[in-house]
Each structure stands twice: as C-alpha cells, then as structure tokens.
C-alpha cells in the first residue's frame, strides 16, 4: 500500500508546487464524485496570492518576539528556582502563606521574600519545585532556552521536538523515581511525584514500583536511541534484520526522494521506516539530513526544496580544514603554496576599536560662509576687470576650493598675480590659486574654511576604499578637497621624502603611515628600521620589536637613535640589498613582488638560501640632524639605496624640519620622487622640498601638499593621536611574537680585508664541527651555520670569523658566499690535526 501512495503523493506535490490543479481525487475518492467539482476550485488558490498568505515576512517578526520572550522567560525561571533552591525555608513560608490564604492586600503587605527575583518569583518556583515536579522543574527552563534560541537566533541546540520528548519524559518519570529513592526529601519531587508514587505503591508496592520505573525508563532508551543490548547475543544474529530492513528503505524512499516536503508528509503519516518523525517543518529538515545521508540521491535534493537558513548554517559551523594537522600540511606540503603568515598563525590584526573616533566624517560649512566668499572672489576680481562665467564650490575638510571659468580673453597669469588681494579681501591665511587645474579648464582658488574638521585616522582605516584595497604596500594619507579617502602604494612612490615646520604635523604624518602598515600587514611581511634621533618620536613602537622592527645582530635597542649605529645600519642595509639582489639574480626575477610569488609557489629550494622577503621601511623622523653629524657618511650609503633598493623591498621614509638646500641635497631630491610638504615658513623652503611654491602657504595642523612628480594635490592629513599609538602598540606587543627582531647583515666599519690572527684558545666548541660542514657543502656562509647547527647570528658569525682566521674559508666579499680552500674532508682533517682542534 505505501508503495502505491508514495508515487500519487510525490505527483500531487510537485503538481502543488506548479500551481497546477491536482490529480489525487481522480483515484483516490472514486466514491465521492462531488469532490472532484469542489477541488476544480483550486486554480484560485494556484495564484501567487494565497502562498503569499502563507508565507508573510510578518511570521518572522512574530517568531524572533516569541523566541525573545521565551528566552528571557528562561532566565527568569532559571533565577527563580536556583534562589528557591538556596532559600527555600524563607520562601516555601512566604507562598505557603499567600496560597493559603490569598488576598491582594495580604501579598502586598507580606515581607518580601529572599528569592532573586522577588515575590512573582518566590511564588513560581514554590508552584514548580514544592507543589509540582521538583528539581525536575529544571527541564522548563531548558525548554523556553532552547525554543528561545531557535525562535530569535535561528541556533539550534538540541532538535526542538526530541527537546520536548525527552523533557517530558523527565517531567513526568523522574519525580517518581527520586521520591522512591530519596525518601523524605520533599524539595527533590514535590507533590506531584509523594502524590503519584503513595498511589502506586498502593496497586504495585515497592519492589514492582521500581520495576515498572526500570521497564519504563529502560523502554525510553530502547525506543529514543536504539540500544541493541548487543552483549545478550552475537552480532551477526542482529545484523541479519538490519540489512533486511535497509534495502525496504531505500526502495521505499526513491519515489518522494526529489521533495523534502514530501518525506515530511510521509513521516507525519507514521511511516516505519523513518522513526524520526518531527512536526516541525525545520526541525524536519534536521532529521532528514541524519537519515538520507545513507542514500546519496536524497541528500543531493535537500538544498532544492527545503528552508535554507539551517542548511547554510550548519555547514559553516563544520569546517573540515580546522584541524591543526590541516593547516601543518598546508604549510609544508610541496604541492601547496608556502604561507609566510602561518610563522605567526594566531596573529590578529588590530582593530579600528583601538583608535579614536573625532568625528570627521561629516563636514559642516555654513553656507552663508560659502556665500559670502564667492561674493568677495567676485568682486575683487571685478575690481580689477576680470569677470566669470561661473563659479563652483568643492567642499573639504580643511579647505574649500572655488573653481573659476572665466571669460574668454583673459589671461591666467592675470589671476595668478591676484592672489594677496584675494587673500587680503577674505581675511583669511592660506589662500592658494591653481591656475590652472590640471585636467580641467578652470581655475582653482583654495580658501582655508573658518571651521576645519579633524580626519580621524579610525575613518580612514574603517573606509571601504582601503578595506578593500590591492595595493602592496597601502598608505592612507588622509583626505582631499573633495573629501574622498586618498590611498597610495608605497611600493610604487617608492621613497617618501617629508618636510615641515615645527608643529606642522609632520610626526603625525610618519605616524599615520606606520599605522597604515601595520592594519594592513603581517608580522611576516612587513619590517621597519626606525631611525629616530631626538628618542621621544618614535619610542612607542620599541613595544613591536618581535614583531615588526629589525636591528644589527648586536644592538639591545631597535629604535636606533645614536649617529654611529645609523652609519652602521644604512651600510648593513646596503649589504642586505646586495644579497637580496643576488637572491632575485638566481631565481631571474626582477622585483621582490615576482620573487616571493616564484618562493610561495615553492619554485625556489630554501637549500640554496632562499627564503620569503618581507619588506624593509627604513623611516628616519629627523634627518637633518643625522646629515648635520654625519655628513657624507649618512648620504653615501643612503643615496645609493635611494637609487636601488625599490626593486628588492627595501623603501625609505625620511622627515626632516628644516627643507634646507644643505640637507636636502640634489642627489637625494632626484632620487624622491614622492614628497610630502606640510606648512613652512619661507618659499625658498617650499621650492627646496617641492620643485614649486605653496607650502608656505598652507593652513598648518596637518594641511599639506604632495607631489608625485607633476601633480600636486593638497590634502588634509589624518590625526592619530600618542594615545591611539599606545594601544596600538599594546594591542599588538600584548600577542605572541618571533624570538627577536629581524636581525639585518652584521656590518663593522673597521674589519680589514685579510686574515685577523684569533687566539686558537678562544675558538668555538663547534668550531671543527662548522668547518666540516663548511666543506661539505662548499659554501661558506654565515647563514649555513645557522641553520644546520641551530645557531645565532652572532654565534654563527664569530664561528665564521675564526675560520676565515684558521684559513679554512676566504675573507668576507660583500653579499656573495666566502671561497672554501678545502675540497675535501680528507684535507679539512690534516689541517685541523695541525690546528690541534683533533
């Protein structure tokens, strides 16, 4: 009979699900011939209407009210009967009382009870624990929870019907079974369970009292979770039914297998083959998912015809690529690309909540203000017979720009030359005339606004522009005159030369790129050098040493601020774009970015040195005072990686106060394209750092002009303040972090060529072992040592030091690999005989 029904029904449901009219009544009430002429009414109910009816966005919003009731409701149950629990005498005399004798005035006047949540409480847990069922009360609170959490949340805990089966269950048996076994104990089972169990032990007395209660209780495990009771027999008598009764179900299931709907029909009809029946339709769709995972054609129709929303969330919440055996192979596994960021894996990037929200998003100019300057541009212009066509407004958050398209016939320079008398009849400071705006053919009047808005750094970081940006190595500067997010690539500028008077914002400014860097980068990709010789700019990012800094192998400090160990790390970073320019020469690539795609898709062998490139910012807060002490030792080295280092990673951000021609030479403005101008005070200044004048001219407090070579856009600079930068560097000092900086090439100044006689006695213990190894592998690196023997650098480079001494490997030759003077072990022995190391 189930055969015959199942095709009709799977018929009628897709014929449903059509619109169409359906072919049931034909064959299944041959008896009833009226009913055919009532079910031709359903072409009505095919239309979109009534399934509209059925299906209102209303339902939805009534649910999340309920499910949030029943979890409040869940909570205060769960208050009521933990603190009955605890001051039960108390309250069990409070309510006896009121139930007693129940009068408003009564309850009114009556001492409040010690219950949590007062009197309404006192009196719900007396009804529920001492009245009722006892602590098996508990389970209520467990339903309305979990209800709550399915009707709000759409979490399911626990399936929704199998939460009330059992419940029930508990309400109702374990009452019982706790007065029979804790006798006296009122609290534990309550009236219910003294009541029913003194009626019992009349009919069955005790023994069959607790017999019924284990044949019940032994039933409901049966019958709820399918306990074979296998050790009372062998399994293969078992099996045998089993395997029986799965190919009645899977013949059984082929017809409605297409429409879950269907199989929810099937089970609410008291289908044996499918002992998960569950009324509700999305609890529904849990089952099926447990049961039709044993035949594959049915679980592939479930996304068709179901309610989503438990289907999509269930397969997030069931990742298979969790484990952290997974991610192991995912780094190491040579057929999948090497991830840099797994070095730290548990690294969390820094939130926005970190920094200070100061309000700029919106910007505010009154518009008589904006009035009023355009009459005044007007009219001084007018006084001196320049008229225009028309005039419009960009509004920014410092400055507002006036674009001007005057007449024909008159003269750019004309305007130009107007700019004090625009100045004067504004009575404003930093007034600035492009003439003309390159790309558009009109003439731009900047005009400081009365009231400028501070850009907070948070808004910026927080912009969908940088969120989503796919530059290397994004900086967000701040904002332009029409108030759009600026973003630049440091990687293509690719060196930043700033300059500004003091007070100007050129230390935020460095702050605000530091800070871009570090929301946007990994620990693993990015490093900076921080040069920093007036020691209080840049002293709080010393708390990201083992994560983002880098130093010489044998500095205690990673803000470097004494001249000498700047002349020492600018020359160590020399060696390390040598070396790395080596390492781009063997893998015959060109830039860094082709070099660490060739390594991360492990077409490079780590055994020939090389590794995944992070990136180097060297940012120097005061050069000035650096080319003040130093001189030619300072600009040689930084001149050359000016020229060079682009290509391998390694970018320069340098910020000075004083734009002077003496500092900021020739070679190295050549070799800057990108310069960032805030306020100076002459415009000689502006020309040394800008090619161009209007420096001098800007607002101050962050205003400021950057050119990338032909253009020259003026923006306001966003403002991160000393605090935002301390829990910044908190935030990220706080997480697990490498060993130790990111050690740069060791570099000494006065190391002489040849040979430096080491006294044999303070040789290393490993000393014979690395000169083995040495000549074994025919490469005498410093790198070598480290890495086979488990070394430091610096431990590494004594050792290699005493064996350039012994005369085992060569003198030092820049970023290329000392010559090893032994071919063979054999030889290696005999000298190391003779050096009494054997």
Sequence with gaps: MVKKINPLRANTFRQESKGEEPEIPDLRKPEKPEKPAKKRKPEKPAKPKKEKKVRKPLDERYLRVIGLFFLLFSLYLLLAFVSYTLTWKADFDFSN???SNFTLNHFLESKTPENWVGKIGALTAYLFISEWFGVASFLFVAIFFITGMKFLLRITLFPLV???????????????????????????????????????????????????????????????????FRWMKKKEI????????????????????????????????????????????????????????????????LPESSSIELQIEKPVEEP????????????????????PTLDLPNYKFPDTDLLKDYGGDEIN????????????????????????????????????????????????????????????????????????????????????????????????????????????????????????????????????LMAGATGQGKSVGLNTIITSLLYKKHPSQIKFVMVDPKKVELSLFSKIERHFLAKLPDSEEAIITDTKKVIRTLNSLNIEMDSRYDLLQN??????????????????????????????????????????????????PLTRLAQLARAVGIHLVIATQRPSVNIITGTIKANFPARIAFRVISKIDSRTILDTGGADQLVGRGDMLLSTGSDLIRLQCAFVDT????????????????????????????EPEGNREIDPDSRDALFAEAARLIVQNQQGSTSLIQRKLKLGYNRAGRIIDQLESAGIVGPFEGSKARDVRFKDLTQLEIHLRDLGEI
Excluded: C
């Design 587 to 636: 893998a015959q690539v060109r830039n860094i970015k082709e070099y660490n795609e060739k390594f991360i898709a492990r077409k490079l062998n780590p055994e020939h040195d090389h590794h995944f490139l992070p990136y180097l910012i060297l940012v120097v807060d005061e050069f000035a005072d650096l080319i003040m002490t130093a001189g030619r030792e300072i600009e040689t």
């Design 238 to 301: 078992i099996e045998i039914p089993v395997s029986e009764v799965q190919p009645e179900k899977i013949e059984e299931n082929r017809v409605p297998e297409p429409d879950l709907e269907f199989v929810q029909e099937e089970k609410s009809d008291g289908n044996r083959f499918m002992p998960k029946a569950d009324p509700d339709p999305e609890e529904a769709v849990t089952t099926e998912l447990e049961v039709e995972q044993e035949t594959k054609p049915a679980a592939e129709k």
């Design 365 to 496: 100019v009154n518009k008589e203000e904006l009035e009023a300057n355009k009459n005044r541009i007007v009219q001084t212009l007018n006084n001196y017979s320049i008229k225009i066509d028309k005039i419009k407004a960009t509004i920014g958050p410092a400055v507002t720009l006036y674009e001007i398209v005057p007449e024909a016939g008159v003269r750019i320079s004309k305007i130009k030359n107007l700019e004090d008398d625009i100045a004067l009849s504004l009575s404003a400071l930093g007034i600035r005339i492009i003439a003309p705006i390159p790309g558009k053919g009109t003439i731009g009047i900047e005009v400081p606004n009365k009231n400028p808005e501070i850009v907070s750094m948070k808004s910026l970081l927080a912009s969908e522009r940088f969120q989503k940006t796919t530059f290397e190595l994004p900086l967000v500067l701040g904002k332009t005159i029409s108030n759009e997010t600026f973003i630049v690539d440091l990687a293509k500028m690719p060196h930043i």
């Design 723 to 750: 605090p935002e930068i301390e829990k910044l560097t908190d935030f990220i000092g706080s997480q697990r972090g490498f060993s130790d900086a990111f050690h740069l090439p060791e570099f000494n100044e006065d």
């Design 97 to 99: 009382k009121v139930f």
């Design 162 to 228: 199998r939460t009330l089966k059992y419940s029930f269950f508990g309400i109702v048996w374990t009452p019982v079974a706790l007065s029979v076994i804790f006798p006296g104990e009122d609290v534990l089972y309550g009236v219910y369970g003294f009541e029913l169990n003194k009626i019992l032990q009349d009919f069955l007395g005790y023994s069959g009292l607790i017999i019924i209660l284990g044949f019940i209780f032994l039933s409901f495990l049966i019958i709820s979770f399918n306990i074979p």
């Design 320 to 339: 298979v690529a969790d484990t952290g055996d997974a991610g192991e192979k995912v780094h190491f596994g040579l057929d999948t690309k090497y991830d």
